[in-house]
């Protein structure tokens, strides 16, 4: 079955840096787009990057152009987001997402 499993998540400064990491097993990681979805305490899921299969295609969301780099690596069967530039509106639970299926998500904090 699919799995999702993220890591790298934590508590860091105001322009601070993190990566997170999606391992991903149980299906053809190769052929399929990845996502970062994003949840504050409080307020829906957001789509935050998106990558096509060999990394040609990448979209952020508004809230993070500039600061956060999606990346997968498809020998290795994983996904990453590298975040700079943290800033306290970035607090959520960070969710790797493919189709349907969805991680236990990762917990970034961002305060002082």
């Known amino acids: 079955q699919v799995q999702l499993v993220e890591s790298g998540g934590g508590l860091v400064q105001p322009g601070g840096s993190l990566r997170l990491s999606c391992a991903a097993s149980?299906?053809?990681?190769?052929?399929?787009?990845m996502s970062w979805y994003r949840q504050a305490p409080g307020k829906e899921r957001d789509l935050i990057a998106i990558?096509?299969?060999?990394?040609?295609?990448?979209n952020y969301a508004n809230s993070v152009k500039g600061r956060f780099t999606i990346s997968r690596d498809n020998a290795k069967n994983t996904l990453y987001l590298q975040m700079n530039t943290l800033k306290s509106e970035d607090t959520a639970v960070y969710f790797c997402?493919?189709?349907?299926?969805w991680g236990q998500g990762t917990q970034v904090t961002v305060a002082s």
């Open positions: 997402n493919v189709g349907d299926h």
């Open positions: 149980g299906f053809d990681f190769s052929r399929k787009y």
């Open positions: 990558i096509d299969t060999i990394g040609s295609y990448i």
